[in-house]
């Protein structure tokens, strides 16, 4: 009988929380004979009954599940990722270098700021709903841990149009003082590296069809996101227009061809 209660109060534990549950087990169960109220209430009965000294640690649902998450955030590990990237291969490539140019490059791209894209997409601040079901599921960890991983991988050479190429390129390593439009290299870099601290994305030899789509969205719609990253580039993306937008975007599919002083060593 008394076992049956404890048994259902450590049962209640598990369910409630597997991790006060775990430091309970080793409580001797029959011994604790625990009110009904336990099934309920199994944290808050235990930390206030006397009867239970063996179990106090368990009764520490006062640490919510989000807070050790958190604290427990460790830097990407990118042979944890690679696992995790299985299911991303099929639309972005297992090495980050998809193939279908509506899908984003991630080969080469920061880990801090891949992993920023993936907690956009499953709070909804960056609409996408392939991406927001992608996301929904991965922990912070993971997307530490997959921006690691993609980090890693070296992006795959583009080609840029050539009859673009110019105004492409003076836009990126000048812009347009006239029209309010600053030279993208001050912040994506010479070589398009980006830079990661700064959450400046790797934007060289991104697909020209996918940053196009991106420039213009953010032409259109402006941004629905607080983000003041992403409001940095809807200031400058509402400048520019289509043929601008064009022009930048294939210049960047070739950037690391057709910009000798961008030849930055290339980091495996
Ligand atoms: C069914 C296809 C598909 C799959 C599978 C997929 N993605 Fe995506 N992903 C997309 C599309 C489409 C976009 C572009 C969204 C947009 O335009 O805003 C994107 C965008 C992204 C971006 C933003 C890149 C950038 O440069 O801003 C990241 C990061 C990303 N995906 C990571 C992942 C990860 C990690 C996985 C696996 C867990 C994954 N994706 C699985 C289709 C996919
Ligand atoms: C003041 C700094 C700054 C300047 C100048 C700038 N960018 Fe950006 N850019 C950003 C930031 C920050 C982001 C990331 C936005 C986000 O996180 O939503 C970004 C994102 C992008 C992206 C999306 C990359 C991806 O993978 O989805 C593209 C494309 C881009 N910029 C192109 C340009 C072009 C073209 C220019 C010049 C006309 C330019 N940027 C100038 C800061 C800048």
Not at 173 to 186: E, K, L, S, V, W
Request: net charge negative; with cysteine; charged share 15%.
């Amino acid at each position: 009988m008394k076992f049956r209660h404890a048994a259902a109060a450590i049962t209640a534990l598990l369910v409630m929380n597997a991790a006060a549950a775990q430091t309970a087990a080793p409580a001797k169960p029959a011994s604790t004979p625990a009110p009904a109220t336990a099934e309920a209430k199994p944290g808050a009965n235990a930390a206030t009954d006397p009867a239970t000294p063996g179990m106090p640690k368990a009764e520490t649902p006062t640490a919510p599940a989000g807070a050790e998450a958190t604290a427990a955030l460790k830097p990407g590990d990118a042979t944890a990722g690679q696992g995790k990237a299985a299911v991303c291969g099929a639309c972005h490539g297992m090495d980050g270098n998809s193939t279908d140019p509506q899908y984003p490059r991630l080969a080469g791209q920061s880990e801090q700021y891949i992993a920023a894209q993936l907690a956009a997409f499953k709070s909804g601040k960056r609409m996408n709903p392939i991406m927001m079901g992608f996301a929904q599921p991965l922990s912070a960890q993971d997307m530490n841990d997959l921006g690691a991983y993609f980090a890693t991988k070296t992006s795959l050479p583009g080609v840029a149009d050539q009859a673009l190429v110019e105004q492409g390129q003076t836009l990126y390593r000048q812009g347009d003082t006239d029209r309010g439009i600053p030279a993208c290299m001050a912040c994506h870099g010479p070589d398009g590296r980006g830079n990661p601290g700064a959450h400046y994305p790797q934007v060289t030899s991104q697909h020209a069809k996918y940053v196009e789509a991106r420039l213009k969205g953010w032409h259109d719609n402006g941004t629905q996101s607080d983000d003041p990253h992403t409001k940095i580039m809807a200031g400058i993306a509402q400048k520019l227009d289509e043929k601008d937008i064009a022009a930048v975007a294939s210049y960047l599919e070739g950037l690391h061809t057709n910009e000798p002083a961008a030849a930055a060593p290339a980091t495996p």
